[in-house]
């Protein structure tokens, strides 16, 4: 159960408990504030236990949970600008296989990097920029 007040859940205690004893083996001995919810709880210990709570466990798990969540979404965001640094660098190259007039280079490099892209993230409009690339080698290679 859950008391708004410290106050509020000694006095269910105090004129509850003979009928929960008659009803069950254990009686409420003491209540307690519950960090995860901000209420107020009984327990039928009589001695806060030693070492962390049920609770205080519970809140340091969901701390350590979201932690690695931040960890695996930064890790992501570095592999992905990784991925897009990659493909900008390779688009300069293109460029210069276009100025010497090595189309067949550079349709074999963007064709890697549209295979590179399938299993590896690449920004969309890098995507697009890379499509209208080959697009334009194609059409120089066929003049």
Not at 26 to 44: D, I, K, M, N, S
Request: aromatic share 8%.
């Amino acid at each position: 159960m859950l008391f708004e007040t410290e106050k509020k859940a000694q006095l269910f205690m105090k004129f509850n408990n003979e009928e929960i004893a008659s009803e069950n083996d254990t009686v409420p001995a003491r209540a307690y504030f519950c960090e995860l919810c901000g209420g107020w709880h009984l327990t039928h210990f009589a001695t806060v236990p030693k070492g962390a709570s049920r609770t205080e466990q519970m809140i340091e798990h969901l701390n350590t949970s979201k932690e690695i969540r931040k960890v695996q979404k930064k890790k992501e965001s570095v592999i992905k600008t990784a991925n897009t640094n990659y493909a900008i660098s390779q688009l300069s190259e293109i460029d210069k296989y276009i100025a010497n007039s090595e189309y067949t280079l550079a349709l074999e490099v963007l064709d890697a990097l549209l295979e590179m892209s399938k299993t590896k993230y690449i920004k969309p409009k890098l995507m697009k920029q890379i499509r209208a690339k080959k697009e334009l080698v194609k059409s120089l290679q066929n003049m």
